[in-house]
């Protein structure tokens, strides 16, 4: 296969090159033009609007990066040491873009369980796509960055788990890319029908570089009926790349979701984290985790959305932040007045280990009905508690080493969630490794 030729910036020329070169069915190639018209007709983001104040995007030139990464395929596993004993229903490893990597159990085929990469399911599955992709969940119109990334998608993940369906042991993907002075926009579609079950955990990494880099990610999720699923995707981009995110789950009824984040890398994200509950009965739980440090800036926006009735939110983030790192979270509990019987929580929980850090934690709630169980929220900001350290120190750590075992108390509660054994214990030792040196102000 000739490797395409790499085009600077996001412009007309680089998305009809982009369109040439894939052989993609006309309703995707003519979604790829709808995307672009919108891009084009929607301003930038600038500090004057509310949700990117917090944000400045004025050293982001998005002419800088190249659209197309090299498509040679590399030797070598992408799975992760620690989880090479792990058996999974399947694996999928992309490195830039491109499946170079790729198995599912022989049960999960026979059940009709599909597990691949997302350029292979829009040739081979476009019924299924044509309903689903852009459509229902995130659309190109939502912010500027849906919509270039709505015209540029280069490849990700297609899971569809059959009605009835369980899968007792988890789907597996990482997501790997060179990002110097390259752009990364990655698809996951998961779309799991009435009363199917599964596990699916990915990771977005890439190599530290002196060069910026770019991404953009979107993750859609359609839980049917009844269905339930267990999600967790990590980020670990190097320190140079701006990384854009939009990750969604729409709920049907009696639906059950678990959406989990967990943000290593990168030098700046900003991101939306959102569960739709639009079916009665739906449970929805958010749990996010980030690690900060130098000067990385993350942003983050939350969604529980109840408009079902009876419906269960609950959202737990926590920040571990050092240096000069900063963290913004903004969270809305909304309920419409069909959310009769709405039951949600919202708790922000940050952990400040420098004094140059700063974490700014704005929760909301919109209430339109009357009779609901209860919504209520919660954040914290501050700094090592003196007594802890005090108590701990008293029994012989030194002040680094207590530090160290308040800040893996703080966490473990979002690290146990993690639904793989394996990558709980690679997610502690990496955090573990982030704040060996850091001792507390």
């Not at 995707?233 to 709920?251: I, P, S």
Request: a negative charge.
């Amino acid at each position: 296969m000739t490797a395409p030729v790499a085009r600077r910036g996001f412009n007309q020329e680089a998305l009809e090159e982009l369109i040439a070169r894939r052989d993609e069915p006309e309703w995707m190639r003519q979604r790829r033009l709808d995307a672009w018209k919108i891009y084009q007709a929607t301003p930038m983001p600038t500090r004057q609007d509310e949700e990117w104040r917090r944000t400045d995007l004025r050293r982001l030139k998005l002419d800088d990066f190249d659209t197309a990464a090299a498509t040679s395929a590399v030797g070598g596993t992408l799975v992760p040491p620690a989880e090479r004993n792990e058996a999974f229903a399947g694996f999928l490893g992309l490195r830039n873009a491109q499946a170079v990597e790729y198995r599912v159990s022989d049960e999960a085929k026979a059940r009709g369980v599909i597990f691949c990469d997302l350029a292979t399911a829009v040739r081979e599955h476009g019924d299924l796509l044509r309903e689903s992709f852009m459509t229902l969940v995130v659309k190109p119109e939502d912010t500027k960055f849906t919509a270039l990334h709505g015209a540029f998608w280069d490849n990700g993940v297609f899971v569809y788990v059959p009605r009835g369906v369980t899968l007792e042991q988890p789907l597996r993907a990482i997501i790997s890319a060179d990002m110097r002075g390259k752009a990364s926009l990655s698809h996951t579609l998961i779309v799991m029908e009435e009363g199917s079950e599964a596990v699916y955990a990915e990771d977005f990494i890439s190599p530290e570089s002196e060069t910026v880099g770019f991404s953009s990610r979107v993750l859609e999720i359609i839980a049917r009926d009844g269905a339930k699923l267990r999600y967790i995707g990590t980020q670990r981009w190097g320190r140079k790349v701006y990384d854009f995110h939009e990750e969604r789950a729409l709920l049907e009824r009696d639906a059950q979701v678990t959406l989990q984040t967990i943000e290593l890398g990168s030098q700046l994200s900003k991101g939306r984290v959102e569960s739709l509950l639009r079916g009665n009965g739906g449970h929805a739980k958010l749990l996010g985790l980030y690690i900060e440090d130098g000067k990385q800036h993350l942003d983050r926006y939350t969604l529980q959305d109840h408009v079902g009735a009876n419906c269960v939110s609950d959202l737990l983030y926590k920040g571990v932040l050092t240096d000069e790192a900063r963290s913004i979270f903004s969270g809305m509990i909304r309920v419409h007045p069909t959310g009769i019987g709405t039951a949600a929580y919202q708790q922000n929980r940050n952990l400040l280990l420098s004094r140059h850090a700063r974490a700014d934690s704005i929760p909301n709630l919109e209430i339109g009905a009357n009779d609901i169980i209860g919504c209520s929220h919660g954040a914290t900001v501050g700094k090592v508690d003196e007594e802890q350290l005090f108590y701990l120190m008293c029994r012989g750590l030194s002040r680094l080493d207590a530090t160290h075992l308040i800040v893996e108390g703080f966490v473990d509660p979002i690290i146990n969630e993690a639904p793989i054994a394996s990558l709980r214990d690679s997610l502690r030792q990496e955090i573990r490794d982030r704040v060996s040196t850091v001792e507390a102000y």
